[in-house]
């Protein structure tokens, strides 16, 4: 079976994350969507709550699950069977620091990283600038599916 992982924070999912999914969606038998649980980084939602955010949103993908982990993602890759680590890339400006983490992960344990290009419509979109964006009370509805932008309003509203 070929298996990739869509790994990520996803504090919130946007688009831009979905289109990836979805690609990949069509390149592998399944997919997993992986949010990093990191205890370094505050985030806006929780764990739990990011794997039901993105479950509900990728509900209509049938060979996506949603899954969480620690630590390297080499050593989830292998436990899971996973040949492949699939990425977006946004502009150029992802490109060093990305290049050098799928080395790190090729040569650690010969897990492969595919980039994808973002679609141009998605290419400004991240998490960061979605969670300033509803801080301030601006509109992210052309960013996030809806339910996620309910979320993220109740969110910042009980802030
Ligand atoms: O959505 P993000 O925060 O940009 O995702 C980054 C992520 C989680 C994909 C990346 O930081 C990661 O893979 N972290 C796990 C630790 C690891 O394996 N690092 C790579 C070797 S240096």
Same mark, same amino acid.
């Given at each position: 079976?070929?298996?990739?992982?869509?790994?990520?924070?996803?504090?919130?999912?946007?688009?831009?994350?979905?289109?990836?999914?979805? +690609? #990949?969606?069509?390149? @592998? /038998?399944?997919?997993?969507?992986?949010?990093?649980? =990191?205890?370094?980084? *505050?985030?806006?939602? &929780?764990?739990?709550?990011?794997?039901?955010?993105?479950?509900?949103?990728?509900?209509?993908?049938?060979?996506?699950?949603?899954?969480?982990?620690?630590?390297?993602?080499?050593?989830?890759?292998?436990?899971?069977?996973?040949?492949?680590?699939?990425?977006?890339? +946004? #502009?150029?400006?992802? @490109? /060093?620091?990305?290049?050098?983490?799928?080395?790190? =992960?090729?040569?650690? *344990?010969?897990?492969? &990283?595919?980039?994808?290009?973002?679609?141009?419509?998605?290419?400004?979109?991240?998490?960061?600038?979605?969670?300033?964006?509803?801080?301030?009370?601006?509109?992210?509805?052309?960013?996030?599916?809806?339910?996620?932008?309910?979320?993220?309003?109740?969110?910042?509203?009980?802030?």
């Amino acid at each position: 079976m070929r298996r990739a992982v869509c790994p990520g924070s996803f504090d919130p999912i946007t688009y831009g994350h979905l289109d990836i999914i979805e +690609r #990949a969606s069509r390149h @592998f /038998d399944e997919v997993i969507v992986a949010v990093l649980e =990191n205890r370094t980084k *505050s985030s806006l939602f &929780t764990v739990d709550e990011r794997i039901s955010m993105i479950s509900e949103v990728t509900k209509k993908f049938s060979n996506v699950r949603v899954d969480s982990w620690s630590g390297l993602l080499v050593d989830y890759c292998k436990s899971n069977s996973v040949q492949s680590i699939v990425k977006g890339l +946004r #502009a150029v400006s992802d @490109f /060093d620091y990305e290049l050098q983490m799928a080395q790190v =992960n090729l040569q650690g *344990s010969g897990v492969e &990283t595919m980039f994808m290009a973002t679609s141009p419509t998605h290419s400004f979109l991240s998490s960061s600038l979605v969670k300033e964006l509803a801080h301030y009370g601006g509109d992210v509805s052309s960013m996030v599916p809806p339910s996620i932008n309910e979320a993220l309003k109740r969110r910042v509203a009980g802030k």
